[in-house]
C-alpha cells in the first residue's frame, strides 16, 4: 500500500494533538490513533479476522494458507493478535514489551506465547506475534490478522478493537447456529460501523452442522444481516460468504478440491484475493471513513476544552465591557453636572454679574467699615457653595477613573479695598462730613445722619449710573465719598472676575484630564493564562480542520469551526467602540460649550474714571441654588445614577447579563413614557400598590417617594437583622418590595 503525504501529515497532527491533551497511552482514542496510523504506514494489505471465541477464525486462516499454521482447539486459545505475513520459511518472531525478542522455525513457539494461560489471560509481557508463511496470496502483499476471541475478557476485547482499525478488511466469523448474538449485535454497531469500518465481509461457519431446513432459514436471515450493513466493497462483490471452517481445512490438508469446493473456502478465497487485489489499489476507500470519524472524536475533545473557556473568557469581557460602558456613561454624567456647574460659577464671576448683585451692598459695607465681615458672610459664602458644587464632579470622577488627583479649586479673593477720602470743601462747618473725617477716619459714617446721606448717595449714584452733580454742596461732598465707596468696591470686583475667570479656565483645563476614561486591558493573571491557553486550542483545532480538509477533502463542519475572534483578545478594542458610541452622542455637546466673560465696554484699567452700567440695564441674578440645580436634571438624576452605577459594577454578583437587560427595560420605558400616555389597569393597580407599600399618597412628589424610599431602607436593612433569622428573612422580603415600588414610582417622575 502507498504511503499518502497528506495521510501522514494528518497523523501527526492527529498525534501531537492527542498528545497536547494529556491523554493516556492506554486511552481508546490513543490507541485508535496508533491502530490506524500502523494502518496507512503497513505496506501490505491487512485482512483481520475476528468473532467470539470458539467461532472457527484460527481454522478459518489455516484452511486458507493450507495447513494447521496457527493453533486451534475447543476452548478459546488465542491469546494474542497473530500476524501472519510472507517469508521463505515458516517461522515465529515473538516480541516482548522490554525490547527483547525472539525468532524461532516452525510455529510450535505460539503454544507458549501466543495462546491464553490456565486462567484463560492473555500474557502482558508479549507486544507483537509475528508468523512468516511462504503461501503465494501472502507473497502478493496481504498479510492475515487472527485475533483473540471478543466475549471472553475485557481486555481481550480492548486489543481487538485496537487492532480492527488497522486492517484494511474485516472479516467477521459467525456461527450459524447461534446467529448475531446480542453481542456481536453491539459489536457491529460499536466496533465497526461508528468507527468507520465499511470494508466487512461476513462468513458463515457450522452452516454443515444444521439440517436442511434450518440452513435455508439461517441464509435468509444472514442476507438480511449482510443487506442491513452496508459495505464499502468494490462493485459485483457480496459481503455474505459460507465457509464451513474445519471440513475446509481437513480438504485443503488432503488435497481434496471437491470437498473445498463443497465447504465454500475455493469460492471465498477467490472473492477474498480480487477484493484485496482491488481495494488496494484504493487507499482512501479503507482510511478515509476511520480517520475522519477518529478525528471527530479528537475534533469534540478540542471543543470540549475551548467551550468552557471561550464561555468564561467571553463572560469575562462582557462584564468588563459593562462596566466599561458603566464608566463612559459616568463620565457623560460627570462632565454634564460639571460644566453645568462650572458655567454656573463662571456666571457668578462674570464682572457684570458680579456688579449686578453685590455692588451697591459691597461699598454700602465698605462705607461702614464693615467689609471684612460682610465678605466672608455672604460673597465668600456664595462663592464656597458653587465652588464645592463644581469640586463635587472630580471627586467622583477620581472615585471611577483614578486619572490624577484633584486639586482643590483656589481663587484667591482681592486685598480689601482701600478708600480715597475726598477733601472736604474749603468752607465746612465742624459739623460737616470732613471735620468728622479728619477727625476719626470713617468711623463717623457708623450711623447718624451723615452715614445715612452717604449710604442714600451710594443708592442714588448707581440708580442714576453715577451721574454727575456738578454742586459744590454738603450734598455734592457726601456723593463724593459715595463716589469713593463704589468706585472702590468696582475695582475689587474687577480684580476678583478677572482673577477668579482666569483661573478657572485653568481649573477647566485640568478637569479634562481628571474627568476621563481611558479603557484599559483589565485582565488579571488567571484570564491571561486562559486566553492564551484558548488560543493554543483553537490552533490546533484550526490545524486539525486544514489537514482533514486537505487530506481528505471533506468541509468542516460548522460545530468545529469555533470562531475565537467572537471573543476580545484586546480588551481595547471593545471598549473603543463603546467610548466612540457615547462620545458620538457628547461631541456636538462639548464643542457648543458656551465662553462666558465680561464685556470690555465702559471698562478701563484707570478705575477712577470707570463708569458702572446703570442698574436697571442689568437683570439682577440671585445666587443659585441647590434645588433649581437639581430641578434642571429632573429627568436624568445626575447624583443618583451615578451612585446606582457604582453600586452596580462593584458588586460581587455584578453580571454583564443582568446590567443589560436593566439598561434595555429603563430604555423601553423611558420610550414607552414618550408614547404611551394611558396605562393598562393592571400597570395601575401596580403603581397604586407601589405608593401603598411606602406609604404614600397617590399625590406625592417625587421627592417624597425618595425620601420615603430611604427611611424604609434604612429601617428594613437586612444587615441590622444578622443575629435574627426569622425577622431576617422578613427583612429581606420587605427590602425587595421596597425596591419594586421604588423602581415603579421612579420610573413615573
Known sequence: MSQNKNYQQLLKTLKSTVKSLNLESTSQLHRDIEAISHNIINPNF?????????????????????NKTLPIDLIPTTGAAITVKYGNE????????????????GTDILKEFAILDDDRRMRNDVLSVEVLSPHPFLKTGVEFLDLPGTNDREEQNALVKEQLLSADLVVQLL???????????????????????????????????????????????LRFVAESFRSQ??????????VDALPALRARLKGDVSAANTSGLVAFEAALQNIAATLKKDVETVSSPRIE????????????????????????????????????????????????????????????NLLAQYQSDAATELAQNNFQSWEKNNLKRDFDKLKTDLEKWLEQAYDF???????????????????????????????????????GGLGWLLGGPIGAAVGGGIAYLLDKGLQEDGENTAESYTNKIARSCIDAADEYFLKLSREGLSFLDEYERKADKIIKFIPVNQDDSEIAAKRKELKQWHNNLNNLNRELEQALGISISSEYKIFIEETSYQTNKQQTTVNSKYQ?????????????????????????????????????????????????????????????????????GFKFSEYKKKTQNNHNNQNNKKTNTTKSNSEK??????????????????????????????????????NQPQELIRAKEKIRLINEAYGILSELS
Do not use: C
Not at 491487512?46 to 493450507?66: D, E
Not at 478705575?607 to 441674578?621: A, L
Not at 405608593?691 to 441590622?720: C, F, M, R, T
Open 46 to 66: 491487512r485482512i483481520a479476522v475476528f468473532g467470539p471465541f470458539n467461532h472457527g477464525k484460527s481454522t478459518l486462516v489455516n484452511a486458507l494458507l493450507g
Open 90 to 105: 515458516l517461522e515465529t518472531k515473538i516480541n516482548f514489551v522490554d525490547g527483547k525478542k525472539i525468532q524461532r522455525s
Open 175 to 221: 456461527d450459524a447456529r447461534k446467529l448475531m448474538t446480542l453481542e456481536e449485535r453491539e459489536n457491529l454497531r460499536d466496533w465497526l460501523l461508528d468507527r468507520g469500518i465499511e470494508t466487512v465481509i461476513f462468513v458463515a461457519n457450522f452452516l454443515n452442522l444444521l439440517e436442511p431446513e434450518e440452513q435455508k432459514q439461517v441464509q435468509s436471515r
Open 233 to 242: 466493497l468494490p462493485p459485483g462483490f457480496s459481503n455474505l460468504y459460507r
Open 293 to 352: 470519524l477518529i478525528a471527530s472524536q479528537v475534533q469534540k475533545s478540542l471543543k470540549a476544552k475551548i467551550t468552557p473557556l471561550l464561555t468564561e473568557i467571553k463572560e469575562f469581557d462582557k462584564k468588563n465591557q459593562a462596566k466599561n460602558e458603566i464608566k463612559i456613561k459616568a463620565e457623560t454624567l460627570i462632565k454634564k453636572g460639571f460644566a453645568q456647574s462650572l458655567s454656573e460659577l463662571r456666571n457668578w464671576l462674570n464682572l457684570n
Open 401 to 439: 477613573f483614578r486619572q490624577q488627583q484633584p486639586e482643590n479649586l483656589s481663587i484667591s479673593f482681592p486685598a480689601h479695598p482701600e478708600l480715597e477720602i475726598p477733601p472736604p470743601p474749603s468752607n465746612s462747618s465742624s459739623g460737616d462730613a470732613g471735620a468728622y473725617a479728619a477727625a
Open 584 to 652: 458620538s452622542k457628547n461631541q456636538s455637546k462639548s464643542q457648543s460649550k458656551t465662553v462666558y466673560s465680561y464685556s470690555g465696554k465702559g471698562v478701563k484699567e484707570d478705575v477712577g474714571t470707570y463708569k458702572s452700567p446703570p442698574k436697571q440695564q442689568i437683570p439682577k441674578q440671585q445666587t443659585p441654588k441647590k434645588e433649581d440645580v437639581e430641578k434642571k436634571f429632573t429627568d436624568w438624576e445626575i447624583d443618583e445614577e451615578i451612585a446606582q452605577m457604582k453600586s452596580e459594577m462593584n458588586s460581587p
Open 685 to 722: 393597580d401596580k403603581i397604586t400598590n407601589a405608593y401603598n407599600i411606602l406609604g404614600l399618597k397617590p399625590d406625592a412628589s417625587p421627592e417624597q417617594v425618595k425620601q420615603a424610599y430611604k427611611k424604609l431602607v434604612k429601617k428594613w436593612h437586612p444587615d441590622l437583622f444578622t
